[in-house]
């Protein structure tokens, strides 16, 4: 590659075009503030729970937990009784 005409940047600009985000799982929950919210109620209900635990660890990773994982942690955090 030595054409003096090659532009790095519009190389790269080219490959991510068109790349989006892909769509989160239906029943997701992605908001920050709410799931730092359950995540501290449910840790501080069960302090030991590798559950809770792995569901952190996947919402660090992956931004978003599932319906399923929202309703096991609203259960254990017992939300029905702190939100109500």
């Keep these: ?3 003096g ?3 790095l940047e519009k190389f790269r600009n080219h490959l991510v075009e068109g790349v989006t985000e892909p769509p989160l799982p239906e029943g997701a929950v992605a908001d920050p ?5 359950l995540f501290r109620d449910a840790f501080a209900a069960k302090p ?14 992956n931004g978003f ?4 994982q929202y309703s096991a942690l ?3 955090a017992d939300w029905d009784i702190q939100h109500e």
């Design 5 to 7: 005409n090659f532009d």
């Design 33 to 37: 503030e709410e799931l730092e919210d």
């Design 74 to 76: 609203y259960k254990i």
């Design 1 to 3: 590659m030595s054409n």
């Design 48 to 61: 030991n729970s590798d559950f809770i635990s792995s569901v952190y660890d996947w919402w660090e990773k």
């Design 65 to 68: 937990i599932t319906a399923n």
